[in-house]
């Protein structure tokens, strides 16, 4: 298209450039974006920040965050200022490859640079600092974001109820929990996922229960993840029928079931040597275009 534009006599400006060059980065095409580029400034035009955050976002849905860094020196160079999505679009790429260091290196950078992270670079370290188990680190993160004068919304406290629970601070997520209710925050089923798995992984089969069987009371719709933790949380503490009964009730409410909530079940089934039952269910999954994961097959290979 752009060929075409230029033969032409057409001459695009900078927008129209950075246009194409985000439909190329969202095509997986962050290499040909820069080729875009290359010729804006063969052309005498100026590539913006926002070109230079397009291609360093291409580059970073393509996990190449090494060719993302050479782009964002490259505007340093071209005396291009970086804006706060720059940096943004930098750390998120970081935190994907876990290189957390490298993030946070960034992320002090950025007041030096007379920016200020903003809500969404906030949200971006914290879950990166949770995911390799630096919890205080977070939480001191978290306190910071306060002393910012930024108000966490209810994804930020999502990611910190998130990296509690996984990380084996349950007490504490509960905690986060009904401060998150006294602050009357928006609680989807997301929230209340992230609570119930955490409950289930910590063996509280009976709180998750109470918690899930009151969701109906909040007009809150349990989703395929929610049946699966707990139909899993059944299986594993040998409660096969209640297991069984939530699976039949799922399908009623028209949650229909994933290729993980047949896996459960029909593990289950077959630890419990109800291998007819199991037989039928995996002719169901089949059907409807599932197939066995690899701990399953290996559980039915061992029965042969």
């Not at 992984?201 to 998750?208: C, F, G, I, T, Y």
């Amino acid at each position: 298209m752009l060929r075409e534009m230029l033969c032409s006599g057409i001459s695009p400006n900078v927008h129209t450039f950075g246009v194409l060059m985000d439909a190329l980065t969202k095509e997986g095409m962050a290499r040909e974006a820069e080729g875009v580029l290359e010729v804006m400034i063969e052309r005498g035009l100026d590539p913006d920040v926002v070109a230079y955050s397009t291609l360093m976002d291409g580059y970073c849905l393509q996990g190449q965050i090494d060719e993302a860094m050479r782009v964002f020196n490259n505007m340093g160079a071209s005396n291009i200022n970086p804006n706060v999505l720059s940096y943004n679009i930098l750390i998120n790429g970081y935190c994907k490859k876990m290189k957390i260091d490298k993030a946070m290196h960034l992320f002090r950078e950025m007041p030096r640079m007379a920016l200020k992270p903003n809500t969404s670079t906030f949200n971006t370290m914290l879950q990166g600092l949770f995911q390799i188990g630096r919890c205080a680190a977070a939480q001191e993160l978290f306190d910071e974001m306060h002393d910012a004068g930024l108000i966490p919304d209810t994804r930020t406290y999502g990611i910190l109820l998130d990296g509690l629970c996984k990380n084996g601070h349950l007490a504490k997520g509960l905690s986060l929990f009904h401060v998150m209710k006294t602050k009357g925050l928006d609680l989807d089923i997301v929230i209340y996922n992230i609570l119930i798995g955490g409950l289930c992984k910590d063996k509280q089969l009976d709180n998750a229960r109470n918690i899930f069987n009151n969701l109906s009371s909040k007009e809150i719709h349990p989703n395929v993840k929610t049946y699966n933790m707990m139909i899993q949380a059944l299986f594993e503490e040998g409660l096969m029928d209640e297991a069984k009964e939530l699976f039949v009730k799922m399908k009623q409410t028209g949650c229909f079931p994933d290729d993980v909530v047949y896996n459960t079940i029909i593990r289950g089934l077959l630890g419990q040597q109800k291998y007819s039952e199991a037989l039928s269910l995996l002719e169901e999954m089949v059907g409807r275009g599932f197939s066995l994961n690899a701990s399953t097959f290996s559980l039915i290979v061992d029965l042969i």
